[in-house]
C-alpha cells in the first residue's frame, strides 16, 4: 500500500496568519491515464470529513479560495492563506491512485 | 453531493456482527459516476478504507486486505442504500464507522455520513 506522510503534525497558527501542511507519498501518485488523484479533506471537531481539494489543486464546491493546493509525483501542499477560526481541525491528504486509497496521518490545525 | 444517512447499533459483542446502514439521497446507489465506501477512524488505526461497491452494468466490490474474509458490503436498490456487515469482530474494530461516496470522475470522497461509533465489548 502507499505510505501518505504529512509534515508537521501540529500546526499552531495566530489567526490571519498562513498556514501550510506537507503530504508525501511512498510511491508516485501519477495514474496510468495521466491524472493525480490526490486530495485534501478537513475534518473539524466532532465532524465527518469534508473534502476541500481533489486533484492535487481543484477547490470542491463551496470551499473558500483561501484554500489552495499544489504539488506533482511525491511531494505534496496544502495552503491556507489567511487562517480563520473556522478552519481549526485535521487536515488529511489521500491517495486514490493506486488501490486501496489511502490515508496521511492527519496535521492538526490550532490557533495559537 | 449526496446526503448520506447512517444507522445501526453502536455496541457489539466480540465475536458478532457488525451491522450498518447507509441511506443515499441526492444520488442513486447504482450510479455509474460513483462508487459506495465504508471507511473507519480509530486512534490507534488513523482513517482506513474498508471496502466499496459499484455498478458498472453489474455490482463489483473490493474490500482491504485488513478486513477480507470478515466484510460484505450490499446494496439495496429498492431502498436506495447499502449496507456493511463485519463478521467475528474484536474490540480492535472499535471506532467511528463512515460511509462515503466516492466520485468516480477525480477519485475523490465529496460525501459522508455523519459516523457512528461502534464500541466492540461483552
Known amino acids: 500500500d502507499i505510505v501518505m506522510t504529512q509534515t508537521p503534525l501540529s500546526s499552531p497558527v495566530t489567526l490571519g496568519q498562513p498556514a501550510s501542511i506537507s503530504c508525501r507519498s511512498s510511491q508516485s501518485l501519477v495514474h496510468s491515464d495521466g491524472n493525480t488523484y490526490l486530495s485534501w479533506l478537513q475534518q473539524r471537531p466532532g465532524q465527518p470529513p469534508r473534502l476541500l481539494i481533489y486533484q492535487i489543486s481543484n477547490r470542491f464546491s463551496g470551499v473558500p479560495d483561501r484554500f489552495s493546493g499544489s504539488g506533482a509525483g511525491t511531494d505534496f501542499t496544502l495552503k491556507i492563506s489567511r487562517v480563520e477560526a473556522e478552519d481549526v481541525g485535521v487536515y488529511y491528504c489521500?491517495?486514490?491512485?493506486?488501490?486501496?486509497?489511502?490515508f496521511g496521518q492527519g496535521t492538526k490545525v490550532e490557533i495559537k | 453531493q449526496a446526503q448520506l444517512q447512517q444507522s445501526g447499533p453502536g455496541l457489539v459483542k466480540p465475536s458478532q456482527t457488525l451491522s450498518l446502514t447507509c441511506a443515499i439521497s441526492g444520488d442513486s446507489v447504482s450510479s455509474n459516476s460513483a462508487a459506495w465506501s465504508w471507511i473507519r477512524q480509530s486512534p490507534s488505526r488513523g482513517l482506513e478504507w474498508l471496502g466499496r461497491i459499484y455498478y458498472r452494468s453489474k455490482w463489483y466490490n473490493n474490500y482491504a486486505e485488513s478486513v477480507k474474509g470478515r466484510i460484505t458490503l450490499n446494496p439495496d436498490t429498492s431502498k436506495n442504500h447499502f449496507s456493511l456487515q463485519l463478521n467475528s469482530v474484536t474490540p480492535e474494530d472499535t471506532a467511528v464507522y463512515y460511509c462515503?461516496?466516492?466520485?468516480?470522475?477525480?477519485?475523490?470522497?465529496?460525501?459522508w455520513g455523519q459516523g457512528t461509533l461502534v464500541r466492540v465489548s461483552s
Open positions: 462515503a461516496r466516492e466520485y468516480t470522475d477525480s477519485y475523490c470522497f465529496d460525501s
Open positions: 489521500m491517495q486514490a491512485t493506486q488501490f486501496p486509497q489511502t
